[in-house]
């Protein structure tokens, strides 16, 4: 379904079909560990919920493609479950306007441990919004720390113009 997705249909044999979640779970790591053993791949998976139609596949998978870029905060070999992601559709971020001043800060005066930790908090607070959040706040922070970075290399060359 793309450059680095893979899309596989399970489906039930008989109506009376009884979910087994822990089954389930150990068969996506067997799943998992094999790829990875087999063919050096780490895998993360997208999980949906159980649709009785299969009129809503096209819905499901624009959800699942979705909550499958949360592979970026949640990391390598993770199981995601798409109803979860799904559920963050509902809350309303608000940037940190506070502490993208104090990452402004940090890197100007040089304090680039104190930056790194502030800009990992601000990008982990996305971790549990929509993906189009977490992908617009780490653009808003390339540009404000490209800015500082232009504001910090004309400082320079004036200093050693000067100097």
């Known amino acids: 379904m793309g450059d680095d997705h893979i899309i596989l249909l399970l489906s039930a044999k008989d ?35 159980f649709q009785e139609e299969s009129t809503q596949c096209s819905q499901l998978y624009q959800q699942l493609l979705e909550a499958s870029y949360h592979r970026l905060c949640r990391g390598h070999g993770c ?28 890197l100007m005066t040089g ?30 922070l390339t540009l404000t720390v490209n800015n500082v970075l232009t504001t910090i290399n004309e400082k320079t060359s004036i200093e050693a113009i000067q100097g």
């Open 15 to 49: 109506k009376d079909y009884t979910w087994d979640q822990p089954a389930f779970i150990e068969l996506l790591n067997t799943m998992q560990a094999s790829i990875r053993s087999f063919i050096k791949l780490s895998v993360s998976m997208t999980i949906s919920p």
């Open 79 to 106: 199981i995601i479950w798409s109803e979860e992601i799904i559920a963050y559709r509902t809350k309303e971020y608000k940037f940190p306007s506070q502490k993208e001043k104090q990452l402004v800060d940090c």
């Open 111 to 140: 304090d680039s441990e104190e930056a790194e930790s502030i800009y990992l908090d601000i990008v982990r607070e996305t971790a549990l919004y929509p993906y189009t959040v977490v992908h617009l706040a780490i653009s808003h």
